[in-house]
């Protein structure tokens, strides 16, 4: 996770209110390419929502999965650059998903930073 973010649309609102941090997720290309929604971020916390596949739903209504880990992916990135110094840009070491039940619309994502240390940030 080292590194530094350079185009201006990524940059996060480091030092601004929570609230600048969800109106600047809400802009990110990703978010809205996946139809998501930021609804509130704080630090080392975020909630996304999908109220409706832009994908094609499965046969039996849910979300495709790739798009649940697609969106999980996107929440974990905002929540890990909540617990980062500033500058720095967050990136995917490994990800892990466990398929339980369907996901039928809407969905509601919850991250949270469980650990953090120099280099990592670790989301779940």
């Known amino acids: 996770m080292s590194g530094a973010v350079t185009h201006g649309a990524h940059v996060p609102p480091w030092g601004e209110p929570w609230t600048a941090w969800t109106d600047w997720s809400n802009r990110l ?5 996946l139809n998501l929604r930021c609804e509130q ?10 109220a409706e596949s832009p994908w094609t739903l499965n046969p039996n209504g849910s979300v ?5 880990i697609a ?9 890990a650059l909540t617990a980062m110094n500033p500058g720095a840009l967050p990136a995917t070491a490994t990800i892990t998903a466990s398929y339980l039940r369907p996901a039928f ?20």
Request: without cysteine.
């Open 71 to 79: 969106a999980a992916d996107q929440a974990m990135g905002i929540v």
């Open 29 to 33: 290309p990703n978010l809205l390419e």
């Open 41 to 50: 971020v704080d630090a080392g916390r975020a909630e996304l929502s999908l």
């Open 64 to 68: 495709n999965g790739g798009l649940v």
């Open 105 to 124: 619309p809407p969905r509601t994502f919850h991250a949270a930073v469980s650990q953090g240390g120099r280099r990592l940030v670790f989301v779940t």
